[in-house]
């Protein structure tokens, strides 16, 4: 494959600005980030190997750039400790006093389906957004960035107790949305 | 005779039991690490009598694909 031209870079740009929206949960930070990664593969095209297609190594990059743009943010706005009563609160409200579910999960039946709807990916967008920043920014690491809990923990300060409760909250409030917004209404998937 | 036994095996097992709160942040544990076997069998067991939890484990495992399908496509 041959090196990326301007337009090929251009035409990615679309692309990397929604996975850094995606990841960031801030359009301006998102923009700038996206920018030093074009910027960035402007300079090192020569590198570029070939192995991979343009969009893999661009969003290689992009994901270099966005962990370093938490990193600075991390230290702009440190993760404070009584956040996680919060957590635990929102985990607790979920359960009644003796440890049982208050909505009782159902049987979502054959949810792959549903990935090829484009409904349902409205929903899962909406629902996604529920999270508050902090939650979601944890979550996006470990769900779509894939670090590993030793990578999370290192790059916020965190414990791992933290990023578990916090993981922990974000699905289950992420079932609790796509259960009612979408499994619970469809009668095709609700067995005994 | 049969009531009087399972009776006396249930009260064994009390202390194994999870609660579904304890049960689901296993299970979402399990996403990011190992879990131990004392954690592994009391999980199972609970597992086998609640269908809650057997309902969040399928739903985790399927919140995991929906975002590494969105993320690549």
């Given at each position: 494959m041959s090196d990326p031209g301007d337009q090929d870079l251009h035409q990615h740009r679309?692309?990397?600005?929604?996975?850094?929206?995606?990841?960031?949960?801030?359009?301006?930070?998102?923009?700038?980030?996206?920018?030093?990664?074009?910027?960035?593969?402007?300079?090192?095209?020569?590198?570029f190997s070939g192995k991979s297609s343009h969009k893999t190594w661009l969003t290689g990059i992009l994901k270099h750039k966005i962990i370093d743009a938490m990193r600075r943010r991390g230290r702009e706005q440190p993760l404070t400790t009584n956040a996680d009563e919060s957590e635990a609160d929102a985990i607790d409200a979920m359960f009644s006093r003796d440890g049982h579910w208050q909505q009782f999960p159902a049987n979502w039946g054959n949810p792959e389906k549903s990935l090829e709807d484009k409904k349902f990916w409205i929903v899962f967008e909406m629902c996604s957004q529920l999270m508050p920043p902090r939650t979601a920014r944890v979550?996006?690491?470990?769900?779509?960035?894939?670090?590993?809990?030793?990578?999370?923990?290192?790059?916020?300060?965190?414990?791992?107790?933290?990023?578990?409760?916090?993981?922990?909250?974000?699905?289950?409030?992420?079932?609790?949305?796509?259960?009612?917004?979408?499994?619970?209404?469809?009668?095709?998937?609700?067995?005994? | 005779?049969?009531?009087?036994?399972?009776?006396?095996?249930?009260?064994?097992?009390?202390?194994?039991?999870?609660?579904?709160?304890?049960?689901?942040?296993?299970?979402?544990?399990?996403?990011?690490?190992?879990?131990?076997?004392?954690?592994?069998?009391?999980?199972?067991?609970?597992?086998?009598?609640?269908?809650?939890?057997?309902?969040?484990?399928?739903?985790?495992?399927f919140i995991r694909t929906a975002f590494r399908r969105h993320r690549d496509s």
């Open positions: 679309a692309y990397l600005l929604r996975y850094a929206i995606l990841q960031l949960r801030d359009t301006e930070l998102a923009e700038d980030v996206v920018q030093e990664t074009l910027l960035a593969a402007l300079e090192g095209r020569a590198q979550f996006i690491m470990r769900e779509v960035m894939e670090l590993s809990t030793e990578e999370i923990c290192k790059e916020l300060s965190i414990t791992p107790t933290n990023l578990w409760v916090m993981l922990h909250r974000a699905r289950l409030s992420l079932r609790q949305c796509l259960e009612i917004k979408w499994f619970g209404n469809k009668r095709e998937n609700q067995t005994a | 005779m049969l009531p009087y036994i399972r009776g006396r095996i249930f009260i064994l097992i009390l202390p194994f039991r999870l609660s579904c709160k304890d049960a689901s942040a296993l299970l979402s544990q399990a996403q990011e690490r190992a879990l131990g076997p004392y954690e592994r069998f009391r999980l199972r067991l609970h597992l086998i009598l609640c269908n809650g939890c057997s309902n969040f484990l399928r739903q985790l495992d």
